[in-house]
């Protein structure tokens, strides 16, 4: 993978990025003795098991078993393949791709996304402004009755944009900008040579991203006519996919690693506004996989907290499902019909909210309960398709969930666990029974690999050590797939070997997680040429007594030329473990055969 780029760019990308500096944007870095220490954004946590080495360039987790180097952090952070993981990296060191690079069309279309970058923010500047005059009298009632301060106003940069056809556009025309450019933005529409503003007579909120740009804005009508809300269309700066209202306030994920997720633009500002922290706005109720994304950055759990309309809340189910399937615990905050966040914080205060929080389903506990309401519970024929739809959804979850989920359906239709569980399992589909089981990979060691291990961590952390192992150990002689691959790697880079150098060639995550596992083990006490010598005979040793094992099998079956020329190869490794026993370590190959294969 990494050939997809010039190893010299991809070095520098490297180099540019501190691994500290990056984790710690995502996650509260202490640093201990040589390493610094967190909670692991991979998993929930108490107590710190998350370690980063800064001298190593490598990250790794003593609970979950995650691990790899900066790139890898990103790839899985993030949700990003190899490719975009780097770019992301060389994006935030303001570094470009190097077909991009010296290229004057890339130049060209990052000026003129800065240029949008700074039209928007123009705008945002004249919307607020427009607010605080006279003309905008009536848009600040209408926010004082909705509970709006002046200190919100300043805090989320609210404005307005007067009913004027085209006062907006002929503000950033004198600012300098081409009506191309504006029409770009979004704030403009063209149609027979006549211009006219996209928001007239609205409240204004900003939609600003996590680093602070301006990227497009959302309108709230006052009165009159018109669709209630109204947001900027995608641009070549904005895309509402790809976006969640509020992101500026969460440049570094929430502590407690958890999200509320409202609808719209007032709920999100009444119920931060109330002291509910780390709340951001979908502006819709039509989740995406690149919002789910987003807020698997910041969070572990989610809590969806749309309005009381059951109905509504239901069409939602898509949007959780994919939060779901980015690997997030998802709640669902159920209010009482009729209320949205904003009207429910206002009669209930915070502690009501926090209470709605507590109370809040589970994914499967939402959906139980969006099947309830559809069927009539109060029937035979209701509660047996109850009981027969349930248990179809529990089907795929892990024994110990999918039983606390039918002791509630059994609850809920007072069929027995036994013929609950009997529904589950014994009429699955054939072959559709539990995978998360029959997939595991269950990982056999027949012998200690503990000398294999620690000589990969030796030669990776110091090429002279490798290129001196390199000539009496070869990949064959490890026991492990990932050990071999790991060898071949060390061997490959030469000079250039080391811990993050290793695991750049590794996307795989499983295997990158391993192989984190090895290179991030403690050296101390063993840095030594007398240990590399010893960890080299110890390697070689086992390889040649699981070769007479093998042999010995396989001659007790065979007879005449071919058992006795198994015999003879059984005798040469015989040869070798005694001398390896007697602290002989022959030279496997020279560098320049070696070269020859």
């Not at 540019?16 to 509260?28: C, E, F, G």
């Not at 040589?34 to 998993?43: A, V, Y």
């Not at 300043?154 to 600012?175: E, H, I, N, Q, V």
């Not at 029937?379 to 027969?388: I, L, V």
Request: glycine letters at 8%.
């Amino acid at each position: 993978m990494a050939g997809l780029f010039p190893q010299e760019w991809l070095d520098e990308v490297m180099e540019r990025n501190n691994i500290v500096d990056v984790v710690s944007s995502y996650v509260p870095l202490t640093k201990k003795g040589k390493k610094h220490w967190g909670l692991c954004p991979f998993h929930s946590e108490k107590t710190p098991s998350f370690s980063v080495d800064e001298d190593k360039q490598l990250y790794y987790c003593f609970g979950c078993k995650a691990g790899g180097n900066l790139v890898h952090f990103v790839m899985n952070l993030e949700k990003l393949g190899f490719r975009d993981a780097v770019l992301f990296l060389a994006e935030r060191v303001g570094m470009q791709p190097p077909e991009m690079e010296n290229s004057e069309e890339a130049d060209r279309r990052r000026r003129e996304k800065q240029r949008l970058y700074d039209l928007c923010r123009d705008a945002a500047k004249a919307y607020n402004l427009a607010l605080m005059t006279e003309g905008g009298q009536r848009a600040r009632e209408y926010l004082t009755k909705r509970g709006i301060t002046p200190a919100v106003i300043t805090r989320f940069g609210l404005g307005y944009a007067d009913p004027s056809w085209d006062g907006m556009t002929g503000y950033l025309l004198k600012k300098g900008y081409a009506l191309e450019e504006i029409e770009a933005s979004g704030l403009c529409i063209v149609r027979g040579g006549k211009k006219f503003d996209f928001f007239r007579d609205r409240v204004i909120f900003p939609i600003i991203d996590q680093y602070g740009k301006v990227l497009g804005f959302g309108g709230r009508v006052i009165q009159g006519d018109g669709p209630k809300y109204i947001n900027s269309p995608d641009t070549p700066v904005y895309n509402k996919r790809q976006m969640l209202y509020g992101l500026n306030f969460h440049k570094k994920f929430p502590s407690n690693r958890e999200l509320i997720v409202v609808e719209g633009y007032m709920d999100l500002i009444s119920v931060s506004g109330i002291g509910i922290p780390n709340v951001v706005a979908s502006l819709g109720t039509s989740l995406t996989k690149e919002q789910a994304r987003l807020m698997r950055r910041f969070a572990d759990r989610v809590y969806i907290c749309y309005d009381g309309d059951f109905a509504g809340q239901a069409a939602t189910l898509r949007g959780l499902e994919i939060l779901d399937g980015e690997g997030l615990d998802v709640r669902v905050v159920s209010l009482p019909d009729g209320l949205d966040p904003d009207d429910f914080v206002k009669k209930y205060g915070p502690v009501g909210m926090r209470d709605a929080m507590e109370k809040a389903y589970t994914l499967m506990e939402f959906k139980l309960e969006m099947l309830r309401r559809e069927l009539d519970m109060e029937s035979e024929n209701g509660r047996m398709e109850f009981a027969k739809r349930g248990t179809a959804m529990v089907r795929g979850l892990e024994p110990v969930e999918a039983e606390r989920y039918l002791k509630r359906i059994g609850q809920m239709t007072g069929f027995s666990m036994a013929s609950l569980q009997r529904q589950t399992f014994e009429t699955a589909p054939k072959g559709n029974t539990n995978q998360r089981f029959h997939n595991t990979m269950i990982r056999e060691e027949s012998r200690d690999t503990g000398p294999e291990r620690l000589l990969l961590g030796l030669c990776a952390a110091n090429p002279s050590f490798a290129k001196w192992a390199m000539e009496r150990v070869e990949a064959e002689d490890f026991s492990e797939p990932l050990h071999r691959t790991l060898w071949t790697i060390i061997e490959e880079l030469g000079d250039r070997a080391g811990p993050a150098e290793v695991l750049m060639r590794l996307t795989d995550g499983e295997s990158a997680a391993a192989a984190s596992e090895i290179l991030n083990q403690s050296l101390d006490g063993i840095q030594n040429q007398k240990s590399l010598r010893d960890f080299c005979i110890r390697v070689r040793l086992a390889r040649a007594e699981r070769e007479a094992d093998a042999l010995t099998g396989r001659m007790k079956t065979l007879q005449g030329e071919e058992r006795r020329r198994l015999l003879s190869l059984y005798m040469e490794w015989n040869k070798e473990m005694d001398q390896l026993k007697n602290g002989i370590l022959p030279a496997r190959r020279s560098s320049s055969e070696r070269n020859q294969d």
